[in-house]
């Protein structure tokens, strides 16, 4: 299962982006996101874009709106881990 750790994000209208490093596996357009909020709550998003940019790798969560975008903005996710499926 991929792993990725975020080093940046940043919004684009309504889509959430995030900056980083692929731990393991590979990566691609489709696949989910997740998030843990607690023990027993995940967020997740759907891949709609991946870009290799020098070293790192750029990928792109749509949301449904800004505030869906604004709220994952809030979850401060640089440094964190996320499993990719």
């Keep these: 299962m991929p792993k ?3 080093t940046k994000t940043s919004k684009r209208e ?3 982006i ?3 490093n692929s731990l393991e596996g590979q990566i691609k357009k489709g696949m989910e ?3 843990p909020l607690n023990n027993f709550l995940q967020l997740t998003g759907v891949i709609t874009e ?4 020098n070293q790192q ?4 969560v749509e949301c449904s ?3 869906e975008a604004d ?9 964190e881990v996320l499993l990719i499926k």
């Design 4 to 6: 990725f750790k975020v």
């Design 14 to 16: 309504t889509d959430f």
């Design 57 to 60: 790798v750029v990928i792109a």
């Design 71 to 79: 709220f994952w903005e809030t979850l401060n996710l640089k440094d």
């Design 33 to 35: 996101i997740y998030v």
């Design 50 to 53: 991946i870009k290799h940019d």
């Design 65 to 67: 709106d800004i505030k």
């Design 18 to 20: 995030l900056y980083g």
